[in-house]
């Protein structure tokens, strides 16, 4: 039986924001399987995805009275659940231990690396799930290509197509320089290198 899931209506999440608790325990519930579903989307694994969904289910239970527009509830838990994917992607992708021979050049320095780091998660996040899950298993995590196709269910040979394919595409994304995030950010007045 496939079940379709709705949005919590307008009135719910008002009343939600307003502080009735089993209006907000109702919002929660009844937002779950979409957040979930975001989240499998955009997460590198399956537990990545789990996680990122509670994070968010905590942030929309603790957080939404600041939701500006009931009708934005969509789109709100969709951001956060975005962020908090690239938050576990560079979570991943940081070094464990910087050297402590190598200095910290300045705080422009800093910045830039910073900068590169979003726009390379975002470049990664924008992936076709397929192929975000397996750069981010072989490449990211480094696990061997026979433990990621068995992994995805895969055999080794379409493994290897896909991250072929992954790496293809995130070597266009980032060489074509703007993505949708610095998009986003462009239209907001941000500027990025």
């Known amino acids: 039986m496939n079940r379709r899931f709705t949005w ?5 999440v008002k009343a939600a924001q307003d502080g009735d608790l089993t209006s907000l325990t109702t919002v929660v519930l009844e937002s779950q399987p979409h957040v979930r579903k975001f989240a499998r989307s955009l997460c590198a694994s399956p537990q990545d995805a789990e996680d990122a969904a ?7 239970y603790r957080k939404i ?5 009931t009708g934005a509830l969509a789109s709100w838990m969709f951001r956060i659940v ?25 705080a422009e320095d800093a910045v830039l690396h910073r900068l ?5 998660a975002a ?19 480094g696990l061997p290509g026979r433990t990621v196709a068995k992994a995805l269910g895969i055999g080794t040979p379409a493994m290897k197509s896909r991250l072929h394919r992954a ?3 995130l070597r266009h994304a980032l060489e074509n320089g703007m993505n949708g995030a610095d998009e ?6 941000d500027v990025r290198p």
């Not at 919590?8 to 719910?12: T, W």
């Not at 470049?123 to 995590?141: E, T, Y």
Request: hydrophobic share 35%.
């Open 8 to 12: 919590p209506d307008d009135r719910l």
């Open 65 to 69: 009275g600041t939701l500006r527009a």
């Open 167 to 169: 790496r293809a595409a």
């Open 116 to 120: 590169e780091a979003e726009r390379i």
């Open 82 to 106: 975005r962020n908090e994917c690239l938050r576990q992607l560079r979570t991943l992708t940081a070094p464990k231990e910087a050297p402590p021979e190598i200095p910290e050049s300045s």
């Open 123 to 141: 470049a990664v996040s924008a992936l076709p799930r397929d192929q975000r899950q397996v750069l981010i298993m072989r490449d990211v995590q």
């Open 54 to 60: 509670q994070e968010a289910l905590i942030i929309l």
């Open 184 to 189: 986003e950010h462009a239209e907001n007045g």
